[in-house]
Structures are given as C-alpha cells and as structure tokens.
C-alpha cells in the first residue's frame, strides 16, 4: 500500500495534526473541511448556507489537487451542529453533488472546530 500526502494552497491549511488529503489504492480521502478561508485561515461570515458553498469548494480543491474532483466522489459525511439547517444545506450540496449522488450520512454533533455550522469529509475515486 501506498500513501500520497495530498497538500494545496487553494483550499485551508491543516488546523491540525493531520493532512487535508490522502491517495490510497485507488481512493481519495479527505479530511474534514470547515468553512475556512484559504487565504486568512479565518472561520467565514454567513449562514449555513455560505457556509455549505465554502466547505464544498475547499473539499473541489482538495480534490483536484489529489487528481480527482466532485464527480467522482462516492462518499460524503456531513456534520451539522443545527440539524434545523439541514434543508438549507442540502440545497447547496445538491448544487455541487446532486448529479453524482455519492453515498452520504449525515450526523448531528454539538460542536465544531472555530465554531463552524457544518463540516465534510468526502472519499473519491481518482481519475
């Protein structure tokens, strides 16, 4: 088996021990991803929706670093700390992969990392 850091400017630096993605057999795996600006590092202003979009477009970047992209994604988790938002989410989501329909859980937590409304990880096939 082997492993290939995946690293990109284009979406926040790791807040963390850990990378914001790894190719492995085949897969990309990404890490959790909150609604950072890449170019502060700050936690954005806006509602889950802003949110949602800035989460999703860190996690494209990520992806296309990797040598995949949002098209090849097969599995999504999503971490809500408001399940009311749900609805909302979900709108922007479908924007960015309601053609590809990965397979997704989606889990309600009490907290999350700056005070972030929502965070997802994502696993994909390379292309």
């Known amino acids: 088996m082997r492993r290939e850091l995946i690293q990109t400017e284009k979406a926040p630096r790791a807040i963390g021990p850990y990378a914001q993605g790894i190719k492995v057999d085949g ?11 890449p170019t502060t590092g700050k936690l954005i202003d806006g509602d889950i929706s802003a949110q949602t979009r800035r989460v999703l477009d860190n996690l494209k970047a990520v992806l296309e670093s990797g040598g995949s992209s949002l098209n090849q994604v097969v599995k999504a988790t999503v971490y809500l700390t408001d399940l ?6 979900n ?3 479908a924007e960015y992969l309601g053609l590809v329909k990965p397979a997704r859980s989606t889990v309600g937590v009490a907290a999350l990392p700056l005070g972030a409304s929502v965070e997802i990880d994502l696993v994909a096939v390379l292309s």
Request: aromatic share 16%.
């Open 84 to 89: 009311s938002a749900f609805s909302k989410m």
């Open 91 to 93: 709108e922007i989501y």
């Open 27 to 37: 897969l990309l795996f990404t890490s959790g991803q909150i609604a950072l600006d």
